[in-house]
């Protein structure tokens, strides 16, 4: 019988440890398809941050590198600048990104940093237990706020915006998990931020809308529902930077 659809060759065989309703698993398996697709394996080096996904070094067969919390970029910096015909990747969340690691996220990308960046946006800390995090939207119940984000709590960072105003970045995009046609655009995103790097043009980020459906408190059906229906109307999915002229 044909074999109609394999694990990618830059995904290992150890079974996730994600939620149930939880899309970390096909952002994991669009950037394991990119890269075997791309023919970058070999060449590869992913760098794993601090939450939900720090495991993220046991499911891609790939080079790995754990970094301490927040502090993703500057290893995948070091790594890049030490060898720079390699292929250097972060996988981070927005706890990690944009509290703890919003400067390293700003500089790196300041500085133009030949990397790309893989950013899990699921608007709360998934691993600690549902707290608010920078991008937690306004009205939304978590753990630190039980009767709602108001604006006493700050408001949304709508990081992907922000980084595009820098020199330094040559791409950024931010697509969504919520159904099969946003996840092949989000897999085009990817590919796009690949190809970036690998052609040497500069710092790369794709903002994956994500769903957290045990924090939440929604079943799978109906996180999906909530990044699709709500999550994208203060976070539109799109293009916010790309190269200039033909790349």
Not at 5 to 32: D, M, N, Q, W
Request: glycine content about 10%; proline content about 6%; hydrophobic content about 40%.
């Amino acid at each position: 019988m044909a074999e109609i659809l394999a694990r990618p060759e830059s995904l290992t065989k150890v079974p996730f440890h994600y939620c149930p309703g939880c899309t970390h698993g096909i952002a994991h398996r669009l950037v394991a398809e990119v890269i075997d697709e791309l023919g970058l394996a070999e060449k590869t080096i992913g760098v794993a941050s601090v939450g939900c996904s720090v495991l993220a070094y046991d499911y891609f067969n790939l080079d790995m590198q754990q970094a301490a919390h927040g502090r993703a970029p500057a290893v995948a910096t070091g790594i890049k600048r030490a060898l720079p015909d390699r292929i250097v990747f972060t996988y981070q969340g927005d706890g990690d990104l944009a509290s703890i690691g919003m400067g390293e996220i700003v500089h790196a990308a300041g500085r133009g940093e030949n990397i790309t960046v893989i950013f899990i946006n699921n608007s709360i800390y998934g691993m600690t237990g549902g707290q608010m995090a920078p991008t937690t939207l306004m009205g939304q119940k978590t753990t630190t706020t039980p009767e709602g984000r108001t604006k006493d709590n700050g408001f949304p960072l709508k990081v992907s915006e922000m980084l595009a105003t820098l020199d330094g970045v040559a791409y950024i995009a931010r697509v969504a998990l919520s159904d099969p046609g946003q996840v092949i655009k989000a897999k085009k995103a990817i590919k796009t931020a690949f190809t970036v790097q690998e052609k040497g043009l500069g710092f790369s980020m794709v903002e994956i809308l994500s769903t957290c459906p045990t924090n939440w408190g929604l079943s799978p059906v109906n996180a999906l529902k909530y990044v699709k229906e709500t999550m994208t109307r203060y976070y539109p999915p799109g293009e916010f930077k790309k190269p200039e002229g033909e790349w």
